[in-house]
């Protein structure tokens, strides 16, 4: 019964990501391949009778039954046939199912992480996230192109098969099934104890994932902070506990096709010892008993795969249920959107603004501050005073706890996406580099850039200088695998993205960090520059920056202490 009730909720779960009409076709092809596989266990019961009739005819010596012999193996070939037929065609069309249905769950996936809110995702472990689709995801359509229905139809072939053992002999088929209730008990156990061990697994090797990922992001801090040998003890005891879980959860599902195994043989030899008497004392035919034990070793096979299957199946609803949770992430709610608005002046006003990433724990508390056109504004204050989190909610990746954050008058959640945007950009502290040619990444989704605009960019932020000494130039293909950008070039590289389309607002976070004086001093000569017109606010710890600001706003602890 706990096979069957875990089959049946994989089910439910599985036409979630399925139309009405992909439902009829998993469903026809199932019922398609039951059909067929109990038609497959009348032939050994057909062979027997073809026995019985050779046997007597060499007993009695009378009449040969050409014609019901001719009728049988004319039979047993048409249910060879049906049953190929059958389940070639449902195996194909449950394949190209599991292909399709594979494609809906990353589409929903993909569109999933689109909708939900930073601030939600921010609080997803990003190891935990990437173990969902590169492993799990597998696993779920693995169990609905091939696991889900060989289940059924080995199920299916076991029941037709104890059915056809009662029907060629009450009195073994009694004695075999004695052996079964056991079986079932200790199955059951293993089975409930096991779900929960596959379920400690999934969460370890997740943990294992995330901490990779870290290990990677962190790799040249680890380096220069010397703390390779704390990190591989950390690493190793993560490994530890997966490898722990991994082991008892093999050794515990492990024992489940043993046991089956064991108690079928021992099934196998009773019916043996049982049936030989029955034959010595004229109690069935010799036939009948071939064809008895035939069907006590076929069943052997479908018993075997079905606890291998099952095995598989609870693994892969745990993976089902993970990537149902991943779907069930509330979205990020959107506020009605006025197309008509048009940034023009760029005036950010924040009024009382208030935030926490987590409840309970405000970061903002009651900022307030205008920044207007025009001017080179400094946002200031020490590190974690809430500097980064104020040009976040800024750029409209959060939403505010309370108060209003409006752009030109208009409440920011209002604001189409595609306006702000074109017209609020922003270099973070990690500038992100995607992979392409480095004219891709500074044109990045901008439209009629001519090449006067671009060049006059990187010439300015001191980009075209490094990528003249290319082989390639502007061409040179960039990116994680390829090649990476010293430090300094990637923020270049970012500010000119930036700049380019001269947008109306411009958040630049640590921006000039970590280039030379010269071409540091030449940024800011060029953002002085081209500030008529234009917003610009820059979060800095650079003394020489904040004395060439129009204005100055200090921050501490989440508060605006002065400007």
Sequence with gaps: MGLMRTAAESLRKIERFMGPEHTKTLRFCALLALIATALLSVVPYTCGLILDAVVEFIETQEGFPINTMIDQCTLVMLLVVIWYTATTHSKREIAKLGLSTGRRIRDGLNKKM??????????????????RFTNDLPAVIKLIS??????????????????MMIITSPVLALIYLAIMPLTLMIGRYITNQSEEEFAVQRKKIADLNTKMSDIITTHPTIKIEKMEDLVLEDFRNDNRDFTKAFVSTRT???MLAPLVSIMANVGYLVTVIAGSMMLFYGMIEIGMLMTFMIYVRLVNNPLNISTKVFDGIRDEVISLDRINEVLDYP??????????????KGVIELKDVCFSYDEGKEILHSVSFVAEPDQLIALVGPTASGKTTVANLMMGFYESDSGSIRIDGMDIDRIPRHELGSNVTAVLQNPWVFD???RENIIYNRKGITEKEFMDITKAVGLDEYVRRLPEGYETKIGSDLRRLPLAQSRMLALSRALIGNPKILILDEAVAGLDPITGQSVIDRLKMNKKGRTTIIITHNQVLIEQADKVIRMENGRIVGS
Excluded: H
């Design 114 to 131: 689109m909708s939900i809110s930073i601030k939600d995702l921010d609080n997803i472990p990003s190891g935990d996230l990437s173990t």
């Design 146 to 163: 091939s696991d889900y229905t060989g289940f059924f139809v080995n199920l299916t072939m076991i029941v037709g098969l104890l059915v």
């Design 252 to 254: 515990r599902s492990g």
């Design 331 to 344: 979205e990020r709610i959107e506020q009605e959107k006025d197309e008509s608005f048009t940034i023009g």
């Design 436 to 438: 392409g040619s480095i």
